[in-house]
């Protein structure tokens, strides 16, 4: 049972009802419970991760030539590995969506070998970056 007054740190005049306060609680409860929303919608969606996708050769070079810092690198790691799918297959094509325009990925491939003459995947930056997730990434 609660009692039928209670007693209200010094911000209060006098002694409230214990309606009066349980209205009060309520109150503010709903207003920390709107702003954790509000403030929840604000937030990019984990899979997002902040990354930028590359659309040219250019925005290529500079990433790679960005990723030369260590810093710039484990933090584009911790990004990708945010990035979560069904299974490694479909974590590493949300990734490769996410980082290259079918355009610029598709002046690449694994080894840089055949007649078409394509960049090589697995010596850049960018793709160690990739690498590096495996043990990070988010299975569901």
């Known amino acids: 049972m609660c009692p039928?007054?209670?007693t209200v740190p010094s911000t209060a005049v006098g002694p409230i009802t214990a309606n009066e306060f349980q209205r009060k609680v309520l109150s503010k409860l709903v207003d920390i419970h709107m702003e954790v929303r509000r403030?929840?919608?604000s937030e990019?969606?984990?899979s997002s991760a902040h990354i930028e996708q590359l659309?040219?050769?250019e925005d290529f070079e500079?990433?790679?030539e960005r990723l030369k810092d260590k810093q710039a690198f484990d933090s584009l790691v911790l990004q990708l590995a945010r990035?979560?799918?069904k299974d490694v297959r479909d974590c590493v094509h949300?990734?490769?969506d996410g980082l290259f325009t079918n355009r610029l990925m598709a002046k690449f491939n694994m080894k840089g070998k055949g007649k078409q003459q394509k960049l090589p995947l697995e010596t850049i930056?960018?793709?160690e970056a990739i690498n590096g997730t495996q043990h990070f990434l988010h299975v569901i």
């Open 125 to 127: 930056k960018t793709y």
């Open 39 to 41: 403030l929840g919608r």
């Open 62 to 64: 500079r990433e790679e």
């Open 44 to 46: 990019p969606p984990l």
């Open 4 to 6: 039928s007054t209670v």
């Open 55 to 57: 659309e040219t050769m």
């Open 94 to 96: 949300k990734i490769l």
């Open 83 to 85: 990035i979560g799918g």
